[in-house]
């Protein structure tokens, strides 16, 4: 069983909106609740970035090229963390994964998102 399942992604028009879920279906609550999550993605040939960050106080930090257009959330009885994708440009274009922040060893499958006219 896989430490983050990610899912929700697809292929989208430019401006178009996709909601991405992850589940930390390993961590136990309190674990859960006390660290930041984050979303994190990596495009053909790029290296990972972290993109979305909610902390374990809820406050969030946004790279600056998805601010404004992405939100992140988290849900701690669902131990889920959520990414609301709007505006989506073709840059966006990536597999996206879940992990905490810092990153754990523990990458899940990712999910892919195509922004594609």
């Known amino acids: 069983q896989r430490h983050f399942v990610e899912s929700g992604g697809g292929s989208v028009q430019p401006g178009g909106s996709l909601r991405l879920s992850c589940k930390a279906s390993?961590?136990?609550?309190?674990?859960?609740?006390?660290?930041?999550m984050g979303w994190y993605r990596q495009a053909p040939e790029n290296r990972r970035e972290l993109v979305a960050t909610?902390?374990?106080?809820?406050?969030?930090i946004y790279t600056d090229s998805v601010r404004g257009r992405f939100t992140i959330s988290r849900d701690s009885t669902r131990k889920s963390v959520y990414l609301q994708m709007n505006s989506l440009k073709p840059e966006d274009t990536a597999v996206y994964y879940c992990?905490?922040?810092?990153?754990?060893?523990?990458w899940g499958q990712g999910t892919q998102v195509t922004v594609s006219s």
């Open positions: 992990n905490t922040v810092p990153a754990s060893e523990n």
């Open positions: 390993r961590m136990i609550t309190s674990t859960f609740n006390s660290v930041a």
């Open positions: 909610a902390s374990s106080d809820r406050s969030t």
